[in-house]
C-alpha cells in the first residue's frame, strides 16, 4: 500500500504509532523496523556487537531533527513489495521530500545564537635535554618520533629564528616542516631533510 498526504504532525509521533504495530511477514516473524528515506537518500547505519557480521538498522538521528514546516510531502511505503526498492528485511519506509531552501521558514536554531569561549590544549612532546656528560652517556636509547615541536616560535626583525634541539638515537632522516602565519594573515608553509649520522657532517 503507498499512502501519500501533506504533513500534518511530527514524524516521530507517525513512527512511534507505526511500531506499536505488529508486522509479519513469511520471510521474518520479528517485527519490522521503520526506515526513513529523506530526498531520496534512506536513513540507516551498520551494528555489530563484534562476534557477528554488521546489520544494517533505521538512523533517526537525521529525520527527527527536521521540522515540519521543512517537508513538503511524504509517502508512508508498506508491505513486501517495499523490499524491491529498498532492499531485503524492509517494508516500511517513510518516504520524505523536504521543501527547497527558499520556501523553508527560518530555523528556531538561529533565532538564539549562544556563543561558546573555546579553547585548545597546545600539543607538547618531551624535549630532552643532553648538558651533562652523564646525560650524554645514557644507556637508554632516545627512540622519539618528534625531535622539535615549537609552536610559538617568533621570526627576528630580519626574518630569521634560532633554534637548538637534541636528536634522537636513530640514524635516520628527519623531516623538518615549518609552517605559520605572517602578519597580515597569509599561510607559509615549507619543508626541509637531514640526515642524522655515526658522523657529524658540519
Not at 499512502?3 to 513512527?15: H, R, S, V, W
Request: one cysteine or more.
Amino acid at each position: 500500500m503507498i499512502y501519500k498526504n501533506e504533513i500534518t504532525a511530527y514524524l516521530k509521533y507517525l513512527t512511534d504509532s507505526l511500531n506499536r504495530e505488529p508486522v509479519k511477514s513469511r520471510f521474518n516473524l520479528d517485527n519490522f523496523p521503520i526506515y526513513y528515506c529523506i530526498d531520496g537518500m534512506l536513513q540507516f547505519t551498520y551494528y555489530s556487537d563484534g562476534m557477528s557480521l554488521p546489520v544494517r538498522i533505521p538512523d533517526y538521528s537525521y529525520a527527527y531533527n527536521i521540522l515540519p514546516g521543512e517537508i513538503s510531502e511524504y509517502t508512508v511505503l508498506v508491505g513486501p513489495d517495499v523490499q524491491v526498492l529498498y532492499g531485503w528485511g524492509i517494508e516500511y519506509v517513510i518516504d520524505i521530500k523536504t521543501k527547497p531552501l527558499s520556501q523553508r521558514p527560518q530555523s528556531w536554531k538561529w533565532k538564539n545564537p549562544v556563543n561558546i569561549n573555546k579553547f585548545a590544549i597546545a600539543k607538547e612532546f618531551y624535549n630532552p635535554v643532553y648538558n651533562t656528560e652523564e646525560k650524554r652517556s645514557s644507556f637508554i636509547p632516545d627512540l622519539r618520533k618528534t625531535i622539535l615541536w615549537e609552536p610559538e616560535l617568533q621570526l627576528e626583525e630580519d626574518g630569521t629564528a634560532k633554534i637548538k634541539f637534541y636528536n634522537g638515537d636513530r640514524y635516520t632522516r628527519i623531516k623538518c616542516v615549518l609552517e605559520g602565519i605572517t602578519e597580515d594573515g597569509v599561510p607559509v608553509h615549507a619543508e626541509y631533510y637531514y640526515d642524522v649520522t655515526l658522523t657529524r657532517e658540519d
